[in-house]
């Protein structure tokens, strides 16, 4: 220990500093240019001390700040797992030093454990809950994240096994749940990734990669306007007087010209041409909403 604090010394050119109890702390200018080697070593010195300085002063501070930057190296090697993610590397790197911090408060050299060896469940178990809480395309009950990952692993495992895909059943039974269950998860993974409609596709169906999600969903289907327009008309036409519901009916139903119905009500063709225009008229502003249509 004192050969990599008399090598680290010598690199930064820093006074050490002195604890309440008149032992020197090792002063490291750059923690976080020392090596690993030299990193492990002098972890073990700075736990020795926090144990001894009182929490709160510059002293214990001093100390316990060393540690987090001489240690950061593991939080980058331990994000470089999850490079392939797609997410903002310095956002994991920041997670991770969430789970450092925890982890240099929570050692005791009393284990006989390496602290790299203690750390980096901490390291990795924020970085995994980064990941989950953020990254899902729409909100999801925790219970069902985590679900999701272990019915990942037991497909994966019955997959292998059984050489082909697992049932509904077969995953119930290996996880204990019930096929509610299995399927609720099943349905609550759709909800991890999600794709841009503007997002350019490649391959069949896509011309120079100019094509995108967009162009292959289908358009709105004026059938369904109609459809629409005929509910709220129905209760406008049964709001008419019986004249007037017989002339829509032999206009528009029977497709009778204005001559025809003038003969079948007994009055002229330009009458009736009249009566047509005010009923239209009518019904048209109560599609409009003007006579309470909703």
Known sequence: ??????RSETAVGKTPQTGTDGEPLP???????????????????????????????????????????????????????????????????QTGMIGLIKAIDRFELAREVEFTSFALPYIVGEIKRFFRDTTWAVHVPRRLQELRVELARAREELSSRLDRDPTVGELATLMNLSEEQVIEARIASNGYNSASLDAALTGDGAEDGEAVLADFIGVEEAGIGLVEDFHCL????????????????????????????????????????RLIKKIITQLRQGMLGELGCA
Do not use: K, W
């Open 27 to 93: 002063g490291v200018a750059d923690p976080r240019s020392v090596a690993p080697r030299d990193a492990r070593e002098l972890s073990r010195h700075f736990f020795r001390r926090l144990t001894e300085l009182e929490e709160g002063t510059p002293e214990y501070q001093y100390a316990r700040n060393t540690l987090i930057e001489m240690n950061m190296s593991l939080v980058r090697f331990a994000a470089g797992r999850f490079r392939n993610r797609g997410d903002d590397m310095e956002d994991v790197v």
């Open 234 to 273: 129905a209760p406008l036409v049964a709001g008419l007087s019986e004249r007037d519901r017989r002339i829509i009916h032999l206009r528009f139903v029977e497709e009778a010209t204005q001559a025809e119905i003038g003969e079948r009500l007994g009055c002229s063709q330009m009458h009736v041409s």
């Open 1 to 6: 220990m004192d050969t990599a604090v008399s």
